[in-house]
C-alpha cells in the first residue's frame, strides 16, 4: 500500500543516525519521543511515518549500529597485523566506548542487556553477537594456523570468552563510571590468551 502525503525533506540516514546516538546515549527505555525529536530535529508524526513506532525505529537505529560499529570491530580483527595487536586494537575501542564521557558503552551491549529478551529485536541482536562472534572465531583460528597462540581451548569458545569479558567489564565501567574496570579485566585476558 502506498502512502500519500508530502514528500520527505529530510534525508532517512541523517535521520536515522541522529535516533541511533539518542538512543545509544539514553537507551530503548531511557529515551522518549521527545529526545528522538529534538535529536532528529522531526516531529514525532514525521518519525513515525518514515520509521513506524519508537519499536522499530529503535530496531532500525540498533540495525546502522550493527552496520557500523560491529562492521568496524570485524575489520579490526582481519587485518594482518599479529593477532595480539589486532585484538589489543579491538578490546582498546570497547575501553574508549566505556570512557566516552557521556556513559555510553557499547549500543550492542546496553540492548542485549535492556531488550535481550524481546522478540522484536531478538534477530538484530543475535546479528551483531554473530558478526562479533564469526570474526573473533577466524582471528583465533588464524592464530593458531600462525603459530602466535598456543592454547588447546576451541577458538570459539575463547571467542565467546572475550565477547563475555568484553560484555561484562563495559557494563561495570559504565555502570560505576569507572573506565579503569575495563582496561584491568582487558588487561587480564590478553594475558591469559595471548
Known amino acids: 500500500m502506498t502512502r500519500i502525503g508530502r514528500p520527505r525533506s529530510f534525508d532517512e540516514k541523517t535521520a536515522l543516525t541522529a535516533a541511533m546516538n539518542a538512543f545509544w546515549a539514553g537507551g530503548y527505555s531511557g529515551t522518549t519521543y521527545l529526545d528522538l525529536e529534538k535529536a532528529t530535529g522531526l516531529r514525532r508524526q514525521s518519525l513515525t511515518y518514515a520509521f513506524g513506532e519508537k519499536q522499530d525505529l529503535f530496531r532500525r537505529a540498533l540495525s546502522l549500529y550493527i552496520d557500523q560499529r560491529v562492521t568496524k570491530a570485524t575489520e579490526l580483527l582481519a587485518t594482518d597485523a599479529p593477532f595480539k595487536d589486532n585484538l ?92 579503569k574496570i575495563s582496561q584491568t579485566a582487558h588487561e587480564a585476558l590478553l594475558s591469559l590468551i595471548t
Open 88 to 179: 589489543r586494537a579491538l578490546l582498546k575501542a570497547w575501553e574508549e566506548d566505556a570512557s566516552s564521557g557521556n556513559g555510553r558503552g557499547c549500543l550492542l551491549v546496553r540492548s542485549t542487556a535492556e531488550v535481550g529478551a524481546d522478540a522484536h529485536m531478538t534477530s538484530e541482536l543475535q546479528r551483531g553477537d554473530t558478526m562479533l562472534l564469526h570474526a573473533l572465531t577466524q582471528a583465533f583460528r588464524r592464530a593458531k594456523s600462525k603459530g602466535e597462540l598456543t592454547s588447546e581451548t576451541p577458538p570459539d569458545a575463547l571467542a565467546r570468552l572475550v565477547i563475555s569479558v568484553g560484555n561484562g567489564a563495559m557494563i561495570q565501567a559504565v555502570a560505576r563510571k569507572n573506565p
